[in-house]
């Protein structure tokens, strides 16, 4: 499974962006999609996840601000992002778990991560 990135950049606090992660998946079903983020000096965290049957999962910090959604027939997932503080800036990656088709084994992909930076 191949994920794609797309969507950050430079935003005021306050404001909103969209990221957007598109999956290649030939021989995998995706089962959880999600997006993490990494902070300079920090560990990655999860920022949200979304289940193949739509159950979304939410860090407290982003709880309300943040809104994950998918699109099983494009596999594709986004994460519309409001209110943006400046603690909020960080790399952000799309997240997958797929299994290769007739297999139980579940593997986790990753995007390359995209740099969201709010200003103060």
């Known amino acids: 499974v191949q994920l794609q990135a797309s969507g950050g950049g430079l935003v005021q606090a306050g404001g909103s962006l969209r990221l957007s992660c598109a999956a290649s998946r030939t021989g995998f079903t995706i089962h959880d999609m999600g997006w993490y983020r990494q902070a300079p000096g920090k560990q990655r965290e999860l920022v949200a996840d979304?289940?193949?049957?739509?159950?979304?999962n939410y860090a407290e910090s982003v709880e309300g601000r943040f809104f994950i959604s998918r699109d099983n027939a494009k596999n594709t997932v986004n994460l519309q992002m409001h209110s943006l503080k400046p603690e909020d800036t960080a790399v952000y990656y799309c997240n997958a778990r797929a299994t290769r088709w007739g297999r139980s084994y579940q593997h986790e992909f990753w995007g390359q991560g995209t740099l969201v930076t709010v200003s103060s």
């Open positions: 979304i289940s193949s049957g739509g159950s979304t």
